[in-house]
Structure formats: structure tokens, C-alpha cells
């Protein structure tokens, strides 16, 4: 709570089956049937690589299949500008030729205490990521059927750890001097790996005390160090952490009480596997070439290629959490973890860091 993170790995993930898969989109396409066969299938639809990737394969297997069509559904938050997606968005939905497509217009309700989160927090504690009620209204449109995200799409398609060392290892990078001290971190033992992460003090936390955020810092750095080398080692690491099981638990925790299904994907192990086994060691180039190679025949490169990403910061953190913020007196909070008065600060800044915001939800929950 008091870093917003979710560290190291969950010590009940199975490892990762790399082997033995047929083609990324041929798995896939059984896990967007499975969401296709229970309608009302909604697909949360941002307008961004991943969420327009499912929403173009889940209307081509449902086309050829005769299964009723996706319907993208779409939280839109006119006051926040950096969420502002509309015109990627419509490109993908024309594209598709699609009928249909919800939009949910909305202001303070995905505050990260609004009456969204707010009624979550009470009924079934804090979940993690702070933001996971983000898809709640979503999920009591699709009750009774499906909801299909994009959700862990960053994190399977991502360079992994050791990127810029590994490209350089196989030929696809120039050496330069710059990227020396990368490459040796990658190829040195585990212990020197911790060290040189633990040194650089990758991350901050201000409103932590010192020790403390040094603390993460290691738990961050060991975490790290432990990454494999090899892309597809990457993907495993990853997928084994406890950032993916929690992340997926809690989505999976709104969705049975909504009384929907939930399907992502970009977190189905068939999926992820076929992925590590098709791009293997190498991986692919980027992030773009991975989405050319497997979704190039859905969508239009322009799409694929685009590297903007939309921003819902300001949405979770609006009127609601700005009123508590500000009448807030320290209370809550473990005072050996938190510097209140520097928490404080935080939150009365114009733009808080989202990390501090799961603790925000756990005082709320602990003074109102």
C-alpha cells in the first residue's frame, strides 16, 4: 500500500509452457470464442494498440464463426484531456465496420474514492491496481455475458529487462559506448546485477521515509536482476510475478460481482506462451514489430505503429480525491512507513503520483 507497487514473484504461478503452442493468433482465437460464446461480449475499448488489437480479432473470429458481434464499450472523460482518444478510436471502429459501440461518459465516478471506487472499497476491500474498478461499469454492462480486454498487452509485447543489451547480443543494435554498462549488467552474475540496479536508486518515493523507500528499492532491484536475459525469459519472469496474478485476481473479483465473465487475453497462459515460443530468446524488434507481426491482417498500420497512449490520471484523481486531500490530517497511515506531511504534499499537488493513490484508498477506507 504505501508504494502503490505489487513486488516479486507469486509462489503458486505455474512456469510458463513456451513449447508445443500453435500460432500466437490461433490460440488466441480460442480465448476470444470462449468470450464470443457468452454474450452480450463487450470489449473494453480505449482506442490503443491492445484493446484495438482484441476488438479487431475478436470481430474476425466472430464473422467467420457466425457468433454474435464484439461490442466495444468506451469510458470517455470529457474533462480530462489526456484521455482524449476519439479520433484513434472511430479510425479502428470505421475500420472494422462494427454497428455497434458503447460510450460511457463520465466525471468524478472513477475517482480513486468516487462513488465507483467507493462502493468496491467497501464491499470487497482494497484491490490492486488502485485504478482496477476503472472497469466496473463496464462489467455490469456485459452482466450475464462477457467482457474481452487488452489488459497485459504492455508488459507481454515490452522489451522485457536487458532490451537495449539484448539487441546490441543479437546483431540488431550497434555497440556504443553509452550501452556498455547495460550489456555488462545483463551478462554479469545475479549478485552484481542486484548491485548495480540496487546503486542506481531506480525509483522514488517521496512520501516514504528514507529507509523505507531504500528498502523497495532492493526488493525492486532483486526482483529485477533475476529477469532472464532472453526475451521469451522475459515474458515468463513476468508472468510468474505477482503484479500479473494480483492484477488479474482483482479484475476477476470485480467481474463475479458483477456477475460477468472477464477474459484478457494478453494473460491467458495458452496466449502468452505462444508468444514466448514464437518470438523466443531474440523477440522481436519492438514493440510495433511484434503488433505488425501478429495483427497486421485486422488492423491498419497506422494503428499498429502508433506509439501515443492515452492518460485517465486525471479521472482518479478528481473533485472526491481532491476534498478528502485536502481536509486530510495524517491519520491512517503507518508513521514508520509515511511522512504524512510529505504524503500530504503529494496529494495537494496539482498532479499526484498514482502510486500514492492505493494508499489514499486504504486512509479513506481507515477514516470515513
Not at 462477457?146 to 536487458?162: A, I, N, Q, Y
Not at 476534498?323 to 508513521?335: N, R
Request: proline share 7%.
Amino acid at each position: 500500500m504505501a508504494c502503490g507497487l505489487t513486488l516479486g514473484i507469486d509462489p503458486e504461478a505455474v512456469p510458463l509452457v513456451t513449447r508445443g503452442w500453435a500460432a500466437p493468433r490461433v490460440v488466441m482465437d480460442d480465448a476470444l470464442r470462449r468470450a464470443l460464446a457468452r454474450p452480450p461480449c463487450l470489449v473494453s475499448f480505449s482506442g490503443g494498440r491492445d484493446s484495438s488489437a482484441v476488438l479487431a480479432a475478436a470481430t474476425v473470429v466472430a464473422r467467420r464463426e457466425g457468433l454474435p458481434l464484439p461490442v466495444p464499450i468506451t469510458n470517455r472523460f470529457p474533462a480530462v484531456a489526456t484521455s482524449q482518444e476519439d479520433e484513434w478510436q472511430e479510425q479502428v471502429v470505421r475500420h472494422l465496420d462494427l454497428p455497434d459501440w458503447e460510450k460511457l461518459v463520465l466525471a468524478d465516478e472513477i475517482d480513486s474514492i468516487g462513488p465507483v471506487a467507493g462502493d468496491v472499497l467497501r464491499r470487497l476491500g482494497l484491490l490492486w491496481p488502485f485504478n482496477a474498478h476503472f472497469h466496473l461499469p463496464m462489467l455490469r454492462r456485459a452482466a450475464g455475458g462477457s467482457l474481452l480486454t487488452g489488459v497485459g498487452g504492455d508488459e507481454l509485447f515490452g522489451s522485457h529487462m536487458w532490451g537495449s543489451a539484448r539487441l546490441v547480443l543479437t546483431g540488431r543494435r550497434r555497440p556504443q559506448a553509452s550501452r556498455l554498462g547495460a550489456i555488462g549488467a545483463a551478462l554479469a552474475p545475479r549478485p552484481v546485477r542486484r548491485w548495480a540496479l540496487a546503486r542506481r536508486h531506480q525509483v522514488r518515493w517521496p512520501w516514504l521515509r528514507p529507509e523505507v523507500d531504500e528498502a523497495i528499492n532492493r526488493k525492486l532491484a532483486d526482483f529485477q536482476s533475476r529477469t532472464p536475459l532472453a526475451w521469451a525469459g522475459g515474458v515468463g519472469w513476468w508472468w510468474r510475478s505477482r503484479a500479473r496474478t494480483v492484477g488479474v485476481a482483482s479484475l476477476a473479483a470485480l467481474a463475479a460481482d458483477a456477475g460477468a465473465q472477464i477474459v484478457h487475453p494478453f494473460t491467458e497462459p495458452s496466449v502468452v506462451g505462444a508468444v514466448a515460443g514464437h518470438f523466443g530468446a531474440r523477440g522481436p524488434l519492438n514493440r510495433t514489430a511484434a503488433m505488425r507481426a501478429l495483427f497486421a491482417d485486422v488492423l491498419p498500420d497506422t494503428i499498429l505503429a502508433r506509439c501515443s497512449k492515452a492518460s485517465f490520471d486525471g479521472a482518479f484523481f478528481s473533485t472526491p480525491s481532491r476534498a478528502f486531500a485536502s481536509s486530510w490530517t495524517g491519520g491512517g497511515v503507518d508513521l514508520e512507513m509515511v511522512d504524512a506531511d510529505r504524503l500530504a504534499a503529494e496529494w495537494r499537488s496539482e498532479n499526484p503520483d498514482p502510486r500514492s493513490l492505493l494508499l489514499l484508498q486504504s486512509v479513506w477506507l481507515a477514516t470515513t
